[in-house]
C-alpha cells in the first residue's frame, strides 16, 4: 500500500473515531441539560431546634419553608440517648439499680419487685417508657439488637449491653416524627446509619420499617461510622433491598477521598440509575459562613460538579435584631430564585440515564485513538507499513475484548490516558513544523509585529487540534460512573507529564538530528550523542527552574493534589467566578497559553535559545485541556466555557507577553545601530 493511501486510511480511523466520540458528546450533553431538577432538602432535628429556639409552631414553620422551596425533609434515626435526653424513657443501669436498694421503687414498683426476686444483673440495662412508646420500642430494639439480647419483664425492658455502646445506636426513623410529617406533602429521605454486628434479619428488619414512611425521595446514610448500612459483609443484602424496593441513593459528596462513605461505591454501582449527587455543608464549616456565602457554595455544586440535592441546615446565627426564622426563609428563597436563574428546576432529584455505549462505538473509538498512534510514530521513526498496521489493529482489537469480558470503564480509562498523550502532541506536530527541524521558522521575516501574530496563530491552531483530540477524552469519560464521580481517571499527572517530555524530546532532537528517523537504532545512537554534550550552566539553570515550576504544577494536580490553595488565590478564584461565570484556569490563561504565543513569535523571528522554556510552559496549558475535559462530572457546557474564556484570556495575555518581548529584543539592535562611529 502507497504510504499517502495508508496515511488517508489512518486519518479516516481517526476521523470516524471523532465523529463517534463528538456524536457521545452530544448525546451527554441532551442528558445533563435534561437532568435539571435540583432537590432542596432540610435536615429536620436541626429545623425542630430552630422552632425550639423561637418558640414558634412548627406546623407554620414547615409550611414557610415549603414555599421558600424546600422540597423534602431528612429524618436521622431515634437513639436512647435522645429518648431519654427528651423525657420519653427512663434508662437505668443494673448497678445503680442494686446501689438504689429500697429506693428503687421511686422510678417504677416493678424494680423493687425485681430486687426482692434478685433478678436484677449488672450487665443488663433497665429501660421505662409510657405503654405509647413501649411497644414501638420493643420491636425496633428486637429489629437490631436481636430478641436475645431484648426481655419484657411487665412495664420493664431488659437489654443486654454496655450502655455506652447501647444508647447511640439507630433505632429507626421516630414514629412521632413520621405520623406529623402524613399530613404534609413533603418528601422524606430517611438517614440510616450502619451498626457494629449486624446480621442479616436486622438489616432485613431496618428496610422493611422504611415501608412505613411515605413519600421516600432517596436514602442518604448517616452516622459516625461514615458507613453505608450493612458495610463491609451485608453490602449485598442492602443492594438486593435498594433493587427490590426502587429506592434512590443519596450520594454524599466528600472533599477527599479518605472521607467518602465506607461502601459507597459497591452501592452506587449497583443502582447507577437511582444515584443522586448530594452536597453538605459540614455544622462546623457552618458556623463560619454568611447566608450569601453558603448559597454561593450551593449554587458552584449545581453548576459545575452535577450537584442534585442540596442538604440545608439552618443558621442560629444571624445579626441583631432579625428575626431567626425570616432570616432563614430569606436564605432558602434566594437559593431558590439563584438556581431558577440558572435553569434549574426545583422539585425531586431523579438519576442519570446511562449512555449508549454499544459495540460499534467502542471499536471506532479505539480505532480512532490507534490511527493517532501510528500518526505520531511516524513524524518520529519511518517504520515498515506492516508494524503500523500490526500497532494500529491492537488498539480495536483491545476495545473489542474490553467489551466482551465488561471491562470496558478500564478500558476507557485507559483510552483516555493514550489521547491524552497522543494528541496533545499531534496537535504541536501539525501546527508547528519547526519542531521536528523541517523549518527554522513560520516565515523568513523579521517583522516584529507580524511575528505576534503568529504566536497568536500559533495558539489558536494548536488549541483548535487539542479541542478535537480532547473531545476523545471527554467521550471516553462520559459514561456514569465517571459523571457521578464511582470512578475517576487517574491519569491526570501523567498526562500532564507525558507531552511536556515528549514535545521537548522532539524540539531538541529536531536541532541536532532528522526526524523522522530512519529506524529505532539509529534514534538511539542519535539520543546517545545527544545526551552526551556538555551543558553548559546557564542551560543547566534553566532546566532547574522550568522543572520546578513543573513540579509545582504536578502537585498541584490531580483530584487531590499535593499543595493547597493559598488564601490570595481563593479569593481571586472566587473574584474570576463572579465576574466570568465560570472560571478558567491559571495554568492556562496566565501561563501556558501566553508562553505558546511568546514560543511562536520567538520561533517566527529565529530567536531560539529560550524558546525552549516557554514550549515546555505552553504544553503544560494544552495538556490541561485534556485534564478538563477529564473532569465527567462537571457539566459539557461549563468544560467548553471555560476553556473558551481560557483561550481568549490567555490570547489577550500572550499578545501582550510577545509585544514586551518584541520590544526586549528590539532595544540591544537598536542601540548597536544608533552607536558611534563605524
Known amino acids: 500500500m502507497p504510504e499517502t493511501h495508508s496515511h488517508r486510511l489512518f486519518l479516516f480511523f481517526l476521523g470516524l473515531g471523532l465523529v463517534l466520540a463528538l456524536v457521545m458528546l452530544v448525546q451527554r450533553w441532551g442528558i445533563e441539560k435534561a437532568n435539571n431538577t435540583v432537590e432542596l432538602v432540610m435536615d429536620y432535628d436541626a429545623l425542630k431546634d430552630l422552632c425550639r429556639a423561637e418558640g414558634e409552631d412548627r406546623s407554620s414553620v414547615l409550611a414557610g419553608f415549603k414555599e421558600a422551596g424546600i422540597t423534602s425533609l431528612a429524618l436521622s434515626e431515634i437513639t436512647l440517648r435522645r429518648l431519654r435526653e427528651t423525657g420519653q424513657i427512663v434508662l437505668i443501669q443494673g448497678a445503680e439499680l442494686l446501689a438504689l436498694g429500697s429506693l428503687a421503687d421511686v422510678f417504677h414498683p416493678t424494680f423493687k419487685r425485681l430486687l426482692k426476686e434478685k433478678k436484677i444483673s449488672l450487665e443488663r440495662q433497665y429501660l421505662l417508657a409510657p405503654p405509647d412508646v413501649r411497644g414501638h420500642l420493643v420491636r425496633r430494639l428486637r429489629g437490631v439488637f436481636g430478641r436475645r439480647k431484648v426481655a419484657v419483664t411487665g412495664d420493664v425492658i431488659e437489654l443486654v449491653g454496655k450502655p455506652d455502646l447501647l444508647e447511640d445506636v439507630g433505632l429507626g426513623l421516630s414514629w412521632k416524627d413520621l405520623d406529623e410529617l402524613r399530613k404534609t406533602t413533603f418528601y422524606l429521605i430517611p438517614r440510616l446509619e450502619n451498626k457494629d454486628n449486624l446480621r442479616r434479619e436486622n438489616v432485613d428488619f431496618l428496610f422493611s420499617e422504611l415501608f412505613q414512611v411515605p413519600r421516600i425521595s432517596c436514602i442518604v446514610f448517616a452516622g459516625l461510622k461514615n458507613e453505608v448500612l450493612g458495610y463491609p459483609n451485608l453490602m449485598p443484602v442492602t443492594a ?67 450537584i442534585r440535592m442540596l442538604y440545608l441546615r439552618p443558621f442560629f446565627a444571624v445579626p441583631d435584631g432579625e428575626d431567626l426564622i425570616a432570616a432563614n426563609l430569606a436564605y432558602v428563597r434566594n437559593l431558590s430564585k439563584e438556581l431558577n436563574h440558572q435553569g434549574k428546576m426545583i422539585g425531586k432529584a431523579t438519576g442519570l440515564p446511562a449512555l449508549p455505549w454499544g459495540i460499534p462505538a467502542v471499536l471506532c473509538m479505539g480505532a480512532g485513538v490507534g490511527a493517532g498512534v501510528v500518526l ?242 505552553g504544553v503544560v496549558a494544552q495538556a490541561d485541556i485534556f485534564n478538563t475535559f477529564s473532569h465527567a462530572h462537571t457539566p459539557l457546557w461549563v468544560t467548553c466555557l471555560r476553556l473558551i474564556i481560557g483561550l481568549v484570556i490567555g490570547s489577550a495575555v500572550g499578545a501582550a507577553a510577545a509585544g514586551l518581548l518584541s520590544l526586549l529584543l528590539r532595544k540591544p539592535r537598536d542601540s548597536k545601530s544608533s552607536g558611534g562611529p563605524h
Open 240 to 306: 438486593s433491598h435498594f433493587s427490590t424496593m426502587g429506592l434512590q441513593f443519596g450520594y454524599l459528596e466528600a472533599p477527599e477521598a479518605s472521607k467518602v462513605q465506607k461502601g459507597t461505591q459497591t452501592l452506587a454501582y449497583s443502582n447507577q440509575g437511582n444515584v443522586i449527587r448530594v452536597q453538605a455543608i459540614p455544622v462546623l464549616q457552618m458556623a463560619r459562613l454568611t447566608p450569601q456565602n453558603a448559597t454561593d457554595m450551593w449554587l458552584l455544586g449545581v453548576r459545575e460538579r452535577n
Open 376 to 617: 505520531l510514530a511516524r513524524r518520529l521513526l519511518q517504520i515498515p507499513l506492516r508494524w503500523e498496521l500490526t500497532l494500529w489493529s491492537l488498539f480495536p482489537l483491545f476495545s473489542l475484548a474490553a467489551s466482551l469480558v465488561h471491562r470496558v470503564p478500564l478500558w476507557q480509562k485507559g483510552m483516555a490516558l493514550i489521547a491524552s498523550i497522543v494528541f496533545p502532541v499531534l496537535a504541536f506536530l501539525y501546527s508547528a513544523p519547526w519542531l521536528t527541524g523541517k523549518e527554522r521558522s513560520f516565515f523568513a521575516s523579521r517583522n516584529h509585529l507580524a511575528a505576534v501574530k503568529e504566536g497568536l496563530y500559533l495558539l489558536w491552531r494548536v488549541s483548535f487540534f487539542s479541542f478535537l483530540g480532547a473531545a476523545y477524552v471527554g467521550a471516553f469519560l462520559s459514561d456514569r460512573p465517571f459523571m457521578l464521580t464511582l470512578d475517576q481517571f487517574r491519569g491526570v499527572k501523567f498526562a500532564l507529564v507525558g507531552p511536556v517530555l515528549l514535545i521537548l524530546g522532539i524540539y531538541f532532537l529536531g536541532r541536532h538530528t532528522s526526524l523522522p528517523g530512519r529506524d529505532l537504532r539509529t534514534l538511539g545512537n542519535e539520543l546517545a550523542a545527544l545526551f552526551g554534550r556538555p551543558v553548559l550552566l546557564g542551560h543547566a539553570l534553566s532546566i532547574l527552574a522550568v522543572a520546578s515550576v513543573g513540579f509545582f504544577l504536578l502537585m498541584r494536580s490531580g483530584n487531590e493534589p499535593g499543595i493547597s490553595v493559598s488564601d490570595t488565590e481563593r479569593s481571586l478564584r472566587s473574584w474570576l467566578e463572579d465576574v466570568l461565570i465560570v472560571r478558567p484556569r491559571f495554568k492556562e490563561f496566565a501561563l501556558g497559553h501566553p508562553a505558546l504565543a511568546c514560543a511562536g513569535f520567538l520561533a517566527a523571528i529565529g530567536e531560539s535559545p529560550a524558546l525552549w522554556v516557554f514550549l515546555a510552559l
